[in-house]
């Protein structure tokens, strides 16, 4: 099971960038996925969740808006299109699978990507 | 939105010792939905535990969660030099699904 994020970089104020993630080694389609990120030296904060089919979809409010989240499960990719990005998007942004264990009672993220560093600057 | 209040901030122990983290939840949550989390540097977070006390694959026995309601705990036993990292707690709630503690740093003394 592996999670791996591309398509970070350096981006001015009100930039766009688009990340991708790519799954592989589990049924993708059948799995609900996040993304989750990381400012530097801060706490994890959950921006964004996808339902297995793409729909529906959920944001964190800071991004709500600004960010949108879809799949193409045919490529077994998840996708975070951040539009207006301002410096406190700078981050380490992860994509994470939904998994419930306890038979499906649990609701946890595993596994993660190695992340991708989004940085805001002018 | 549930909060969850991890403490102490950092944690300075040595390897061999045990160390008891806590996470505190602002409002009763079920431990079908409480999650612990390992962040070493550089590196992604890897899960420990799920519904509050279960043993994620791969996680030595060394590692325990327990609690339930508003208190949860990590702790983890005869501490190896690779247990050194940041912790955290997590939350799956209705919104936003996932929240997390600010994490623990238990740092070598």
């Known amino acids: 099971v592996q999670l791996v994020e591309s398509g970070g970089g350096l981006v001015q104020p009100g930039g766009s960038l688009r990340l991708s993630c790519v799954a592989s080694?589990?049924?993708?389609?059948?799995?609900?996925m996040n993304w989750v990120r990381q400012a530097p030296g801060k706490g994890l904060e959950w921006v964004s969740y996808?339902?297995?089919?793409?729909?529906?979809?959920y944001y964190a409010d800071s991004v709500r808006g600004r960010f949108t989240i879809s799949r193409d499960n045919a490529k077994n990719s998840l996708y975070l299109q951040m539009n207006s990005l301002r410096a406190e998007d700078t981050a380490v942004y992860y994509c994470a699978r939904r998994v419930g264990y306890c038979g499906g009672d649990c609701d946890t993220l595993d596994p993660w990507g190695q992340g991708t560093l989004v940085t805001v600057s002018s | 939105e549930t909060v969850l209040t991890q403490s102490p901030g950092t944690l300075s122990l040595s390897p061999g010792e045990s160390a008891t983290l806590s996470c505190r939840a602002s409002?009763?949550?079920?431990?079908?939905?409480l999650a612990w989390y390992q962040q070493k540097p550089g590196q992604a977070p890897r899960l420990l535990i799920y519904g509050a006390s279960t043993r994620a694959s791969g996680i030595p026995d060394r590692f325990g969660g327990s609690g339930s309601g508003t208190d949860f705990t990590l702790t983890i036993s005869r501490l190896e030099p690779e247990d050194f990292a940041v912790y955290y707690c997590?939350?799956?709630?209705?919104?936003?699904?996932?929240?997390f503690g600010q994490g623990t740093k238990l740092e070598i003394k």
């Open positions: 409002q009763s949550v079920s431990g079908f939905y």
């Open positions: 996808i339902s297995s089919g793409g729909s529906p979809t």
């Open positions: 080694g589990f049924p993708f389609k059948s799995y609900i």
């Open positions: 997590q939350h799956y709630g209705v919104s936003p699904p996932y929240t």
